[in-house]
């Protein structure tokens, strides 16, 4: 059931943050994957610690990546999008959103390199 929770989470967190961002409102999804991320950690008390090192070390990684695109000029947003410089808040957010899923919800793939490869 918790993997069953935590896929729904990160689905709608997802999509808070694709359809706010696209409304103009970059700063909602951000709000969501806090909510999200705060619950998915209450649910995983016993593995608090490695859970929040993780999802930070996701956002962290995900502002450096996707900042890198940004000014490689591989991607760019909206202004109206924009909340963060050089890359998006709700950008780093998702990042952060994938990370709640690791070792619950995707860890089926856990060791299947292949598998993570095709669908990365």
Same mark, same amino acid.
């Given at each position: ?8 989470? @990160? ?7 694709? !359809? ?20 998915? !950690? ?14 930070? @070390?996701?956002? !962290?990684?995900?502002?450096? #990546? ?8 591989? #991607? ?25 899923? !690791? ?12 598998? #993570?490869?095709?669908?990365?």
């Amino acid at each position: 059931m918790k993997n069953i929770i935590n896929f729904i989470g @990160f689905q709608l967190c997802w999509l808070i943050c694709v !359809l706010t961002a696209a409304k103009g409102l970059p700063w909602a999804g951000p709000v969501a994957v806090m909510l999200w991320a705060l619950i998915h !950690l209450s649910m995983n008390r016993t593995q608090y610690k490695s859970e929040l090192i993780l999802l930070l @070390f996701a956002a !962290l990684l995900g502002y450096v #990546i996707d900042s890198s695109l940004v000014l490689l000029g591989y #991607i760019s947003f909206p202004e109206y999008a924009v909340l963060a410089y050089p890359t998006s808040l709700w950008m780093v957010a998702l990042w952060a959103n994938l990370a709640t899923t !690791l070792h619950h919800s995707l860890d089926w793939l856990n060791k299947r390199y292949v598998l #993570i490869s095709l669908f990365g």
